[in-house]
């Protein structure tokens, strides 16, 4: 450690100066204890603080949530992450929306029509954006033209592609000006399709299709979305503080246009923490209002006696190889043994041994509707077997192939999650003992592994994709050469053509026949490997009711929450 400042020659002007020192850290940690006392007065005044803790204060029709991961930015056209649409979900609202049984309802369109060649929507005459201005066609117009724009670089531009052009004016052989959406007058959006889109209802609850003013977006000068301030907001809260990597406070929106949403006052996200025991101590001394549980926290909520709900959250985790020119992994017998080489089942019982996950066998979840039932009932998936022979035979072909002597680290990217971790050191091991490859783990936080993901900078990525709307689509699309959330740049002119038909045919046999042959390809081709489908155990505070965990849209969904206290 480097120093500055002359030697100290005997004991007496060691002890002067030490003493000295003392005085000086004593007075730091003085001051320190009482900045400290006075942001935690703060703290404890906006959440209810007190002997009860701040989960839920009645009095001020205020809960204290936590936030998995720091949203990377708010701007809805370039949103990509689950934290983002959680928060956007409470924050604004689109031409329609979800009510709390999950039916799709008036947004900020309150009527509209969908035909065979397009759709057009009203919007009412009180929706109002937090500034006061009213929200127009014209703020849906300006926002979908941006998405679409290659500027913008949107990775969810392709989901406007029934619009008419959007695909074109996305890949820059038409402008942005030729997007098949207009604004008539203030009140009236029409929509152009580019083939019969009969679930186009389902798409513009999406977040990608929110709305956005142009003079304020034009205002912040490339920032709108980095904080709380360099936003507008329409729906049933306002964001008021952003503490980047810590807190967030969001607020009822009094300008809001209905009282059928958005019952709490105030929402402090007080925490932003992946590490779930914390969050569990938070729940325990009252500090936060609802929390997840993991398989081993189970013995004690039930001892505590608290009511443990179960959801399925809808989301599909699965190792996603790099399909990229030049990685290992573009290889067929190398992702083929891979392949063989495990059985999801064993993670999901032997690993992770969580009660509320399932083993995955499919891109496509096992909620997934067909024509008459579960899709996968009626499109049974190819049924895997772990074959370590026939595993090891395919992984010498891709020796061969290659032209290599032995095969280089494969690196895993991963999350820093424990689940993630866990999963990533298992699979470590499993490819170690039973095809001999070295796996080097690449643990990164949640941004900076969506830039790695997004740049290909991996050989596999341990990665999930929950649905976006409520159609076999939000899956089918994942691997067409056109969707940038496609992170290992699949690209299959087979694959290609099946989502294609699900995007445009009307015939509903015809389109699920489509679906079920992107299910075969997704095996057979080894595009992924499917890991486990999501579920949660978790607990929330009696006195909270309304609340969701959803497997539609974000995955917690306050805007239903109210607070009943037991006297009530």
Do not use: C
Not at 156 to 180: D, H, S, W
Not at 413 to 428: M, N, R
């Amino acid at each position: 450690m480097a120093t500055t400042g002359s030697a100290i020659d005997s004991d007496e002007s060691f002890a002067k100066s030490a003493g000295k020192q003392l005085a000086i850290y004593a007075l730091y940690t003085l001051i320190f204890l009482t900045v400290l006392i006075y942001v935690f007065s703060i703290v404890a005044g906006r959440t209810g603080g007190g002997a009860s803790g701040g989960a839920v204060d009645s009095a001020n029709n205020s809960i204290t949530i936590t936030l998995r991961q720091e949203p990377p930015q708010l701007d809805a056209g370039r949103a990509t992450d689950a934290s983002s649409f959680v928060v956007l979900a409470h924050v604004m609202e689109g031409l329609l929306a979800y009510d709390d049984n999950m039916q799709l309802i008036p947004g900020m369109a309150e009527r509209w029509e969908i035909r065979e060649d397009g759709a057009t929507f009203w919007i009412r005459e009180e929706a109002r954006w937090s500034n006061g201005d009213p929200v127009t066609a014209h703020d849906f117009e300006f926002a979908w033209k941006r998405v679409v724009d290659p500027d913008t670089a949107s990775e969810y531009a392709f989901i406007l592609y029934p619009i008419l052009n959007a695909e074109a004016v996305t890949q820059g052989e038409l402008p942005k000006e030729m997007l098949g959406v207009q604004a008539v007058d203030d009140r009236t959006l029409e929509v152009q399709f580019a083939q019969p889109t009969p679930y186009f209802a389902k798409l513009v609850a999406f977040v990608t299709f929110l709305p956005l003013q142009q003079e304020f977006y034009e205002s912040t000068n490339g920032r709108y979305g980095a904080d709380a301030d360099e936003m507008l907001y329409n729906g049933p809260y306002v964001l008021d503080e952003w503490v980047h990597g810590a807190s967030m406070l969001w607020y009822k929106n009094p300008g809001y246009w209905g009282d059928h949403k958005g019952f709490l006052d105030e929402i402090v996200t007080a925490y932003i923490t992946t590490d779930v025991n914390a969050k569990l101590n938070l729940f325990k001394d009252g500090q936060i209002a609802e929390t997840q549980l993991l398989a081993p926290m189970l013995p004690e909520a039930m001892e505590q006696r608290w009511q443990i709900d179960r959801v399925m959250d809808g989301t599909v985790f699965f190792l996603e190889f790099n399909h990229r020119e030049g990685r290992v992994t573009d290889n067929w017998n190398f992702r083929r043994a891979m392949q063989l080489a495990q059985n999801s089942d064993e993670l999901v019982y032997k690993v992770l041994k969580e009660a509320a996950y399932l083993p995955a066998v499919s891109l496509f979840p096992v909620w997934i509707q067909g024509l008459n039932g579960a899709f996968r009932s009626e499109y049974p998936p190819v049924e895997h077997k772990m074959n370590l022979e026939l595993a090891r035979e395919h992984l010498e072909m891709a020796r061969i192939e290659l032209g290599i002597e032995e095969f280089p680290p494969i690196v895993f990217l991963t999350g820093d999650t424990p689940i993630s971790i866990l999963s990533s050191e298992y699979y470590q091991e499993l490819y170690k003992q039973n095809l001999g490859l070295e796996i080097r783990i690449d643990v990164q936080n949640f941004k900076q592994r969506l830039a790695k993901m997004t740049s290909g900078d991996f050989d596999v990525v341990v990665a999930g994709w929950g649905p976006d709307y409520d159609d076999p689509l939000t899956f089918g699309d994942f691997f067409a050469s056109w969707n940038l959330n496609n992170r290992g740049r699949y690209n299959s002119s087979e694959m290609d053509a099946q989502v294609r038909i699900a995007q445009a045919e009307l015939d509903p046999k015809k389109r699920l026949d489509a679906f079920g042959e992107i299910q075969r390809i997704v095996y057979e081709d080894v595009t992924l490997i499917p890991m486990y489908e999501r579920g949660w155990s978790f607990v929330v505070d009696p006195r909270l009711k309304g609340f969701k965990r959803r497997s539609i849209g974000p995955e917690v969904d306050f805007n239903f929450a109210y607070i009943e206290d037991a006297e009530d």
